[in-house]
Nanobody, 124 residues
Framework: QVQLVESGGGLVQAGGSLKLACAAS????????MAWFRQAPGKEREFVAA????????YYAESVKGRFTISRDSAKNTGYLRMDSLKHEDTAVYYC?????????????????WGQGTKVTVSS
């Protein structure tokens, strides 16, 4: 079993930066693919970024490429999402997810473990 807890959300002005963290319980987290999804009010959940267990492969949604950076620290059992050049449309609840071997890292249904989310609000 893997438990995930997100943190780092808050209120940021457009153009600013924020770094989210996903703390995991369980040694097996370091062998899991980790991803970030987000859901804005009234919208469907969408994929943001993912990173392989080794950290050697990363994936990003087109809307955040060049602005967001996903990473992980195995020693700390923690994943991160660095968000730069934030836009108002980035406002959403951000969720951390993990799975042993998702067939498609961009599909939320492929992930077995989810955190409760952390809210990010970008003022316009």
């Amino acid at each position: 079993q893997v438990q995930l807890v997100e943190s780092g959300g808050g209120l940021v002005q457009a153009g600013g930066s924020l770094k989210l963290a996903c703390a995991a319980s369980g040694r097996t987290f370091n062998t899991y693919t980790m991803a970030w999804f987000r859901q804005a009010p009234g919208k469907e959940r969408e994929f943001v970024a993912a990173i392989s267990w080794s950290g050697s492969r990363t994936y990003y949604a087109e809307s955040v490429k060049g602005r967001f950076t996903i990473s992980r620290d195995s020693a700390k059992n923690t994943g991160y999402l660095r968000m730069d050049s934030l836009k108002h449309e980035d406002t959403a609840v951000y969720y951390c997810a993990a799975d042993s071997s998702p067939a498609d890292v961009r599909q939320g249904s492929r992930y077995d473990y989810w955190g409760q989310g952390t809210k990010v609000t970008v003022s316009s």
